[in-house]
């Protein structure tokens, strides 16, 4: 099987993000991804360069405003006397309906929903290679691998169709799942990163085609905060296809289990063609988002589970930041799923 990969994504690096109205240091770091490549590899994955793809993908499940506004926007501040080396927002819009501002600072309060998303000058060179790792891992899947995994940073599942947030640009598990989608009649997205998908929620909410399905540590005291509540399940056509599993802080291997078998059943109901997994390793005991309380064979055993679905699957990497066990939680994760999934 393949990681796909292009260590042109390791160029993103903003230095800061603002959390609690304090400026740190941005924990997601180039660094993640020789981690995780490690983990890939010793799980015995092959690397895989993807080609360059072009905005098909993205722009399929992005507005056109805001894939503009990504591409162009570090250039723009540079323009702005006294502005920040990096695009951070200071202000936002009480309303998203209203006429599209010109201003850049405007745009930028306008499709960035918090501080922890900064645009450097190498951001939109990257995010575009994290992109082209979800479709090429997708296309992969699509033309007859059984699975593949797409090393994709910076993450994307906290990314709406307009609006960065969380570490978060392109969503690249809705990039793999609209390329599914060309083969599949009906796609299923997992996610298991201990925060909630709100982008990925949002970006498929009112769709029958795309269930969407996140495990994740309940946010009524946990970002994003504003979603990812049970009584969230979908509207329109797309009612009773979004299902949110919120648990409590510091859940465990024994308490995760249930909630992933819930999820997995809804997936069999939904009898996709394909499987999207939003893989965030961020659930770690030992995290610094200090979420969940997984071990790494906790890991193990929850690849083993997604694996035992059967389907045709792209496993896109969400979070996970920086801790001694983060490329073996890949490792034991990519090995139990490997196991099974083939049998």
């Given amino acids: 099987m393949k990681v796909v990969f292009d260590p042109e994504q390791k160029r993103h690096y903003p230095r800061h993000f603002l959390v609690n109205g304090v400026v740190e240091a941005n924990p997601e770091v180039p660094e993640r991804a020789d981690r995780l490549l490690a983990g890939a590899c010793e799980a015995g994955l092959a690397q895989l360069v993807p080609p360059v793809h072009g905005l098909d993908a993205i722009s399929a499940v992005h507005t056109p405003e805001y894939v503009a506004f990504l591409s162009g926007i570090h250039e723009r501040w540079m323009r702005i006397e006294g502005g920040s080396d990096e695009v951070v927002p200071g202000i936002h819009p009480n309303r998203r309906d209203g006429a599209y501002p010109l201003s850049a600072v405007a745009q930028a309060g306008y499709h960035m929903a918090d501080g922890a998303c900064p645009i450097a000058a190498d951001s939109w060179a990257a ?29 994307g599942h906290h990314a709406f169709a307009d609006m960065a947030g969380g570490f978060c640009y392109l969503n690249n598990s809705g990039i793999a799942a609209h390329v599914l989608r060309g083969a599949n009649h009906r796609v299923a ?22 269930l969407t399905v996140s495990i994740h540590a309940d946010p009524v005291r946990f970002y994003p905060f504003f979603w990812g509540h ?3 399940r979908g509207a329109g056509a797309g009612l009773g296809y979004n299902y949110n599993l919120p648990l409590p802080r510091g859940t465990d291997d024994t308490a995760y289990m249930p909630a992933l078998r819930a999820a997995l059943r809804r997936i069999e109901a939904f009898a996709p063609g394909a499987l999207v997994v939003a893989l965030g390793l961020d659930a770690y005991k030992d995290d610094p988002q200090g979420g969940f309380a997984i071990t790494t064979d906790g890991f193990g055993r929850i690849g083993e589970a997604v694996g035992r679905l059967g389907l045709p699957t792209v496993l896109v990497q969400e979070g996970g930041y920086l801790c001694d066990d983060l490329g073996a939680n ?8 490997g196991a099974v999934h083939a049998l």
């Avoid at 890949?330 to 799923?337: A, I, K, Q, V």
């Fill in 127 to 155: 995010i575009k290679r994290s992109a082209d790792t979800a479709t090429e891992a997708a296309r992969l899947v699509r033309d007859g691998e059984s699975w593949s995994y797409a090393l994709s940073r910076p993450p």
């Fill in 189 to 210: 997205i997992l996610d298991v990163d201990v925060h909630h998908g709100n982008g990925t929620q949002g970006m498929f909410y009112r769709r029958s085609d795309i």
């Fill in 230 to 232: 049970a009584d969230e």
């Fill in 330 to 337: 890949l490792t034991s994760f990519l090995n139990g799923f």
